[in-house]
């Protein structure tokens, strides 16, 4: 958890064991970058992935950029939740993905969590890939 400021993940982190990743971050400016050397993994098992920024007060953007392998990945039945106060932006090349072929859990983007009539976009550039068996 971060308390105001950019959040960025700069190096891969891993829950392993079938353990949850959660990453927030409230305050002013509290946004989430993935940096095309970070990734976010739960693997082992179903653990969930959560990355939010919907108790910010000022700021809130998720941004995911692309990395030599897949950004953010829940294993098994693991959901997978990107939850922003302002917008999500998953930059070209970027892959979301719950389970595999066999079995997934839920994929869940949300741009603008706690701004009634907030104007911030969910933004899938070229290459994106979003996987699941189950609900997005």
Known sequence: ANVGGLLSVLQP???????????????A????????????RASGGSGD??????GATGGGQITVNA??????????TGEVTLSARAGVALNAGVTIQSGTTVAGGDILIQANVGVPGGGADITLAAGVVVNTRDDM
Request: hydrophobic share 40%; glycine share 24%.
């Open 49 to 54: 992935i959560l990355l939010d920024t919907s």
């Open 13 to 27: 982190v891993q829950g392993t064991g079938g353990g949850n990743v959660t990453l927030t971050n409230a305050g």
């Open 67 to 76: 990395t030599p392998g897949l950004e953010v990945v829940a294993a098994g």
């Open 29 to 40: 400016g509290g946004d989430i970058v993935v940096d095309a050397n970070g990734a976010v």
